[in-house]
């Protein structure tokens, strides 16, 4: 099956900085990629979408100034967690859809993001 | 897409066929049964999918009722490994483009 890689699988920050994470489709290419954050004993949140070459679509309530999408090309996608605070301390789990085929979505391993 | 209805959690006994239920009374006639599953600490992961017809694979089995306002996914033998929370998701197929929408799910913890 279709492989989506994160990088990294884990970081601590201090607050204030920022953390970039990785989203990487290993042997196929994605038109689309999902960002989602995940606290703990609850259920995946969708924070937003990005389509290649285009600006991102955040859902309702993500401060996408904040939570920074670039999509640059059809194998990667990165989240910027900029000027991180202990309340942005979460799972973050990208997903990517496949140009060809029918389209199905896979899920990366997810990012455990802490912040001190 | 529709609503799903799931119950919180489940046990199951080693060995034993898991059947994790699912309503989802509100299903238009376009919309596909999806099932993932999560690992503690891990991305989901698909197990199956299916529109109106019973579907199985080398994961699962499900079973989808005449009416399709529910659906049930079976696990023949559960094992340790299956240990995890089973999202049961309907949504309009694969090039709806759209991302999926995950409820609570159901625990399910399979016990020696």
């Known amino acids: 099956g279709a492989v989506v890689s994160q990088h990294p699988s884990w970081v601590i920050c201090k607050s204030g900085t920022s953390v970039k994470i990785e989203c990487r489709s290993l042997d196929f290419q994605a038109t689309t990629m999902f960002w989602y954050r995940q606290f703990p004993k609850q259920s995946l949140m969708l924070m937003a979408t990005?389509?290649?070459?285009?600006?991102?679509?955040?859902e309702q309530g993500v401060e996408k100034d904040k939570f920074l999408i670039n999509h640059a090309s059809l194998t990667l996608s990165t989240l910027t967690v900029t000027s991180a605070h202990p309340e942005d301390s979460s799972f973050y789990i990208c997903s990517a859809r496949a140009r060809t085929g029918v389209g199905e979505q896979f899920f990366g391993p997810g990012t455990r993001l802490t912040v001190l | 897409d529709a609503k799903t209805t799931q119950p919180t959690s489940m046990d199951c006994a080693e060995g034993r066929a898991a059947n994790l239920p699912c309503n989802h009374s509100t299903i238009s006639g376009n919309e596909y049964v999806y099932w993932y599953r999560q690992i503690h600490s891990q991305g989901p992961q698909y197990i199956i999918h299916?529109?109106?017809n019973n579907e199985t694979n080398e994961m699962a089995s499900l079973i989808i009722t005449e009416d399709r306002k529910s659906s049930t996914l079976i696990l023949p033998h559960a094992t340790l490994r299956d240990t995890a929370v089973y999202y049961c998701i309907v949504r309009v197929g694969h090039n709806a483009g759209n991302m999926l929408t995950f409820g609570g799910g159901t625990r399910l913890m399979v016990k020696p």
């Open positions: 299916g529109l109106k």
């Open positions: 990005s389509n290649e070459g285009s600006k991102a679509t955040y």
